[in-house]
């Protein structure tokens, strides 16, 4: 088994040493471990003090963020043979001596998806308005999965090959909901385990705003389900339309049954009319959208079968 640990990182040279330096050189199990390092445009010297430490560095020529940086990760990692892809974070507040407790469910073959959880596990320090982030969020994306999810914001978390490879993020801001969400679509299997967070000493610098952060992802959410659930989020928004549009409609249809008249309220009867029309469009959008699905499918597939290979 080979194992490469991917480490996107952004001007991090004060800390990138010390989460190299951490790293197990042996774990139970793994034939072989490298050290990927994703410099995403680092002005500072992340790149030279990586490379002292051993660590395979590849660059981004500017700062591209932390999805595309995740991303290239990824799919170098696979490029280079990797069975199991830990990603951790340059920051240094992962604890980097779990990582075997990262892999051990995927080399037991238990699940292909594991993700080190901070609230399962202790919290050194995190401010309170990240904590509540956090946690609506992760309990947002429990219930889009319909699973309880307690940390979905994890940046430390291990891959299988295939689970990797069946990854397809379109974000450009954010991977970790998004590969959580596309995990539970495609049937990836996923644990979560505790792991140790510490105190992070300056600010981050792949997210600095935690509210842009919120944005980005409620958008990346809204585009998940337009891209893998585009009925359900097609008859969600008719529906919304259609009691909207009921509001209006109630009255005009009681004053109608009474005098046989609809005068008095003909603008709410536009209303009322453009609703349906407008939900009955919403539902075929929703309907050629999932047609749709199918040459997506297709494609993953085809690009899942070009990543697996070695």
């Known amino acids: 088994m080979e194992l490469v640990i991917t480490i996107p990182a952004y001007n991090e040279e004060k800390s990138i040493g010390n989460v190299i330096s951490e790293i197990p050189s042996k774990i139970k199990g793994v034939k072989k471990i490298t050290v990927l390092v994703i410099d995403d445009g680092s002005t500072d010297q992340t790149v030279k003090v990586a490379r002292e430490k051993k660590a395979v560095v590849i660059s981004n020529k500017v700062n591209k963020g932390l999805a595309f940086s995740f991303k290239r990760g990824l799919e170098t990692a696979l490029s280079m043979g990797a069975d199991i892809i830990v990603n951790t974070d340059a920051d240094f507040q992962y604890n980097q001596k779990q990582i075997p407790l990262l892999v051990e469910p995927i080399l037991s073959g238990e699940v292909d ?40 914001q994890t940046g430390f978390r291990a891959f299988s090959r295939e689970a990797a490879a ?23 299997s996923i644990k979560e385990i505790p792991v140790d967070f510490r105190k992070r000493h300056g600010e981050s610098r792949l997210i600095s705003n935690i509210w842009v952060y919120a944005f980005n992802s409620i958008k990346m959410i809204f585009y998940y389900f337009l891209y893998y659930k585009p009925l359900n989020l097609f008859t969600a928004l008719s529906a919304i339309t259609l009691v909207i549009g009921s509001f209006f409609g109630v009255k005009v249809i009681l004053h109608y049954l009474q005098t046989g008249l609809v005068s008095p309220y003909i603008p709410s009867a536009g209303i009322f009319a453009f609703s349906i029309i407008l939900s009955a469009q919403l539902i075929l959008f929703g309907l050629l959208s999932e047609s749709q699905k199918v040459n997506r499918h297709v494609n993953e597939e085809l690009l899942y079968l070009q990543k697996i290979k070695k």
Do not use: P
Request: hydrophobic share 40%; charged share 20%; aromatic share 8%.
């Open 113 to 152: 998806l594991v993700l080190g959880s901070r609230f399962k596990g202790s919290i050194e320090e995190m401010s309170l308005q990240k904590r509540i982030g956090n946690i609506i969020a992760s309990k947002t994306l429990s219930w889009i999965c319909m699973r309880k999810i307690s940390d979905g």
């Open 166 to 188: 069946k990854i397809n993020l379109f974000s450009n801001y954010t991977y970790t909901q998004e590969s959580i969400l596309q995990a539970v679509d495609k049937g990836i």
